[in-house]
């Protein structure tokens, strides 16, 4: 499911009008009579990041959530506590992990990589950390 949704996700994202996409960077996207052209290879490849966040490290995440706070969610207090702690640990794991690999996917050199993934983090990270804040709970 990972792997569909980041993948469908990075879709949409590249067929969506450059109104809607602040500060976007498609260079990867190419406009052909009017109409933006799809990278079915970076939809595939950000797919993949979708299957280690979504299917291994959370997956993991939550085991760990279940054995700290309890399975068991009839209390208010468990489940805002597992809320919180997502928001707080995982939440900042999982943009962090996007933006970096966003600008692994550009390739080029390893210090290229880096410097995109520095500036990609700078830039970008607080207001996707808190974008997420925002939809999640």
């Known amino acids: 499911a990972g792997w569909c949704l980041f993948g469908a996700g990075d879709l949409v994202s590249q067929?969506?009008?450059?109104?809607?996409?602040?500060?976007?960077?498609?260079?990867?996207?190419t406009i052909e009579g009017g109409r933006a052209g799809l990278d079915w290879e970076r939809a595939?490849?950000?797919?993949?990041?979708?299957?280690?966040l979504n299917g291994f490290a959370l997956h993991s995440w939550y085991r760990v959530l279940d054995r700290v706070f309890g399975k068991q969610l009839d209390s208010w207090r468990v489940v805002l506590a597992k809320v919180l702690a997502d928001q707080a640990i995982y939440a900042p794991f999982a943009c962090g992990?996007?933006?970096?690999?966003?600008?692994?996917?550009?390739?080029?050199?390893?210090?290229?990589?880096?410097m995109r993934a520095e500036?990609?983090?700078?830039?970008s990270f607080i207001r996707a950390?808190?974008?997420?804040?925002?939809?999640w709970p």
């Open 119 to 123: 500036e990609n983090v700078r830039k």
């Open 97 to 114: 992990s996007f933006l970096v690999w966003a600008s692994v996917l550009q390739g080029g050199s390893m210090a290229d990589m880096r």
């Open 44 to 52: 595939a490849k950000v797919g993949v990041l979708g299957i280690v």
């Open 15 to 29: 067929a969506a009008p450059d109104v809607w996409i602040a500060e976007s960077t498609p260079s990867t996207i």
């Open 129 to 135: 950390w808190f974008a997420d804040c925002t939809v």
